[in-house]
């Protein structure tokens, strides 16, 4: 079912055109309708043992933001994900 998935509609350097809203990062940022950043997720207990952390892509570092048109309705979430740990800057 479509509520069940998450869907990229754009993306670039990963080949595959969604998950599973169960295991998926933008999940829990839709849910808490607030920024999220994972420094090191193999790291983070919500995600060390994730198949996307454990197997392809790899993920380390996650950012995400919710998209919303109103504050209210999440429609999605933009984020960017990579293979190497990181802590972002205010830079």
Not at 24 to 49: E, M, N, W, Y
Request: hydrophobic share 35%.
């Amino acid at each position: 079912m479509a509520e069940d998935r998450q869907w990229f509609k754009a993306k670039c350097g990963i080949d595959f055109d969604g998950t599973s809203r169960g295991i998926a990062f933008c999940d829990h940022t839709i849910k808490s309708r607030a920024s999220l950043v994972v420094p090191d997720a193999p790291q983070d207990g919500r995600f060390q043992d994730n198949p996307l952390v454990t197997g392809d892509p790899h993920i380390r570092f996650y950012a995400g933001v919710p998209l919303s048109l109103d504050g209210e309705l999440c429609l999605g979430a933009l984020c960017v994900i990579d293979t190497k740990a990181k802590v972002p800057s205010s830079e």
